[in-house]
């Protein structure tokens, strides 16, 4: 790869070193605009033709001389914006993800710019867009419109507001209403205003309460983020559920924007969660901002835009807004650290907590990490002294930890899922008043369709994986490739009628459950009932309020949410956690355990925790429950050195996939053999193998998994190779993608 090279100086005869968006690893030179007048500094946009059409790149630096022929080198087209709109730390930040994750410059760049800004558009921000009534519109009874149902409730909707109705507001309400508001237009009912701008999301709804006085604890983490305020100092706060570490990072931030600088706070599914946001507008008077992926294109332009220009002192969000500039960092924090999601698992492959990191090194600012079960790899670099470790060893105020218990299931009488013991437990709990919340993996059996008489089970035709019964059982879809199609009404293989669903989804336990305890309200919280915008808050408000005694769920109750009259947390199936074939999956379920017991109890009512297991006497179970997380991870941490695992060896991890079954191995093969050309010293070669899930939507997978014990060896192994691979003659028939510090070995 060809380093970004001289810094901020520019003359008109330089060449200009572009990162293009582009699959291919290196940058693209250019002449300079035939008319510029200004200089240029890094970190600007440049449209440049490329191939037969035009794109958009930043510019990287300049140079004096390219390898490619003066007389063949193009002009670029137009210099997009005065000042960079990429600053010198994220250029860097950039380029070192390139190089790390092995993901091509120009990509990796347009990952770092919100949609907008790829698409050309100027980096200001535009004004706020409403629809309102005209007096016409004011003046027509909605109910009137018989014939346009659709256009009716529009009209109802926009007297009911008469300040108008932003884009974003429609749509959460009406789905596809540009058509029919383009009806109403015409009609000359309904028109357009258009506000200045006014700053993107910076509203706060501060309350000016009084926030608790810290405990000890949390007195000496925040003095300690503080004190380090003006260096590189990485922290892992390690405190249970409940133990006031989000009162560590509001007292912290407080500190740190009372003097004038920026906090950046990354969360996992704040779309789903807000009341982490809610909290932090509530306590402070200063604008927030938020950037999701739930949200507009315009509305993380602007998250973008305030948080570059310094106008927001605090920037909240998902994954993708560790890349988002800030004007003058102060502190980092990454809230539930060990969380999966911070982990990109497509196209460029970066873990938002170790970029995090990396980020506060180049600022000379804390990050602190916080988690109630931090990662291994987090632990290790505590061991290592790598890392400072704070811990909240209690609940704060005065609530109790909940107490877990083991129940044995093996050989009881079920009704399905559920053991009669965990169903006594359920009834206990509601006649004493309390609430209580089920909790299903996601990934332990969905229900199918099976048949009784024959064993024929529903299986997708594209995967190798069963379908999943949905609608009342009358649809079945696959999960991996979203195929659908009707429940069979008899048995394919042996006709016979008498086809049963099997298996334990979150809709057939919710069903149970209702036919348990009739006249008990329950909600059910999964990725499908909470498609919709606001559908997880008003079921979770059904929950607070009193109306759901019984909360069924997956892992999207995990986190971020606290219900103190759910007093009895029932874990359904903890045994794939026990027996996967992803060597990480005993820390997830560790993890998730505490997670979801963490959901429950307050002081007066402390909660129980029931596990159901198969494997009563799984040795990291008794650890996790007597010991609790600190000793499980010690353990876990001694059986990957075993192993010589991560995080005590580093992995990479080559996935190849093709419509036919021989071509994945064979381009693996061959992927192995350069690499062993190369000279893979210090890299073990692992594979290839078929994916554990071999088939998925109708394309078979394999992978080539990387492992050594130095990061370095690694690391010059996969700069050479993943260079060379796209030279491979199979590279162009399968698809394949590198995985760098791979979390999921699907
Ligand atoms: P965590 O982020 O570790 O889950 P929180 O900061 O959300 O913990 O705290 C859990 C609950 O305890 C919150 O309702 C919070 O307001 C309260 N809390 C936190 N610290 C204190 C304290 N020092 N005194 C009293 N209540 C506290
Ligand atoms: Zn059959
Ligand atoms: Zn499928």
Known sequence: MKEATTPPTFDSAAILRIAVPSPLYRYFDYLSPIHATTNVKPGVRVRVPFGRTQTIGVLMGTTSESDVPPSKLKHALEILDDEPLLSADLLYLAQWAADYYHHPIGEVLSSVLPPPLRRGRAAEQKGRTTWHLTPEGRSINATDLTRAPRQAMLLAMLQQHPDGLTADQLTDSEGDWRPILKSLVKKGWIQQK????????????HSGETPPVLNDAQQRAVEHIVNASTQFCPILLEGVTGSGKTEVYLKAIEHII???RQALVLAPEIGLTPQLVARFRERFAVPIAVTHSGLSDGDRLSAWLTARSGESAILIGTRSAVLTPLKNPGLIIVDEEHDLSFKQQEGFRYSARDLAVLRAKYANIPIVLGSATPSLESLLNVESKRYQHLRLPQRAGRATSPTIHILDIRGQRMRECLSAALIAEIQKHLSAGGQALLFLNRRGYAPTLMCHDCGWVAECRRCDAHMTLHHGERQLRCHHCGAQRPAEKSCPTCSSENLIPVGRGTERLNELLAERFPGVGIVRVDRDTT?????????????????SRILVGTQMLAKGHHFPNITLVGIVDVD??????DFRA??????LILQVAGRAGRADHPGEVFLQTHHPEHPLLHLLISQGYGAFAEATLAERYQAQLPPYTHIALLRAEATTAELPPAFLENAKALAIDIGAIGVALMGPVPAPMPKRAGR????????SPQRGSLQRLLSSWTKQLSTLKLARKVRWSIDVDALELF
Do not use: C, I, N, W
């Open 700 to 707: 078979y997978r394999g992978q080539l998994l990387l492992l």
């Open 194 to 205: 258009t506000e200045a701008p006014r700053g993107g999301h910076v509203d706060t709804d």
């Open 586 to 591: 005993t820390e997830r379920m560790g993890q």
């Open 576 to 581: 794939y956690g026990l027996f996967s074939a």
């Open 531 to 547: 498609r919709r915008k606001g559908a997880m808050e008003s079921m979770l408000e059904t929950v607070h309020r009193g109306e």
């Open 258 to 260: 009372e003097s004038g």
